[in-house]
């Protein structure tokens, strides 16, 4: 009984933290959503990374390093504690959403590799030193520019791009593919996969990850609009031209790939509008930084927090977590 409740306790531990991490992350980008609009689009997309991937982070920090060490160091190894129907429940649902959770990360790992295999025997080598990588030339429907892969990514542009194009648009679309491959957003996109657990798949996480691809795709707009004013408009028309490509009822399948065109099309209004003022601007964004100092500073009081509460509790510590799990566990029964 020992291994099974310190496994349900940790489950729990797993599913309940992530939650309520949750509802506080969604909370706090409803607080500052508005206020986070005169960011640039990079320090926007950089916290809704954090937002999202930091209750799973914290939770699966918490149970190792905090509540097992508690639970081994004091519980009797031949307790009376029993799990309770309330407990296995939670539990259950844990351990489901966390072996979803692996077997999603699992399969889009094959997915992506089975993607490329195709791909690349409807491909030809071509020669594009503005990529950094190795790029291909692809016989598609859909009207492809993506880089696939996360270790040893490739860059993909359909026959039907080239065709409908012009060079100065192509090199701004592969531009837009450079500030994904320079902001690591297949290997980000992968780990807001793996952090997903039971729960996680509620419309709070959705909504975060929703708005993180968004943002995504706009501080890749941000990252070519750089390249000057003329770069930001053959970007926007590129973005025009490729979306009248996109066959009816068409939607990009494509796990682990960072695309010009995401499954959410109705952004490209945007994403074109912005990349117009970007141009007006000389395609520099004029918007506030990311206001890392007042983070900075209460990262700073939450350590300082933490160790007083350390230093006051000293060996008695996790003695005291484990009377709040025993405390838990009676709410439970």
Partial sequence: MFEMLGASLALTGLLVIHCLGLLMAAGSWRAIAHAAASWSDSARVRLLFWLRAAPGLSAILLVTALFAPAYLAHEPRDTTEIVTTELGILAGLSLGGTIFALWRGFANCLATRRLVEDWLRHSVPIRME?????????????????????????????????????????????????????ARDNLKRGLLNACRHALGFLPLGRSLEREWRRAAESAADEFAARGGSETALDLASALIKVARLVPTGAR???????????????SIGARVLRLTELAARGGLPAARAFPIMPLAMGGCLSVILLSTILAVSGSDFLARVHLALEYFVAVLQ
Avoid at 252 to 266: Q, Y
Wanted: charged fraction near 15%.
């Fill in 130 to 182: 503005s990529a950094g990588i190795p790029a291909y030339r692809l016989t598609h429907a859909f009207p492809v520019v993506a880089i696939v892969g996360v270790i040893r990514p490739k860059l993909f542009i359909a026959d039907r791009v080239f065709q409908a194009l012009s060079g100065a648009e192509v090199s701004a679309a592969v531009a837009h593919e450079n500030g994904h491959l320079a």
């Fill in 252 to 266: 990009p399948a494509m796990p682990a790939v960072a695309s010009l065109i995401s499954e959410d099309f109705s």
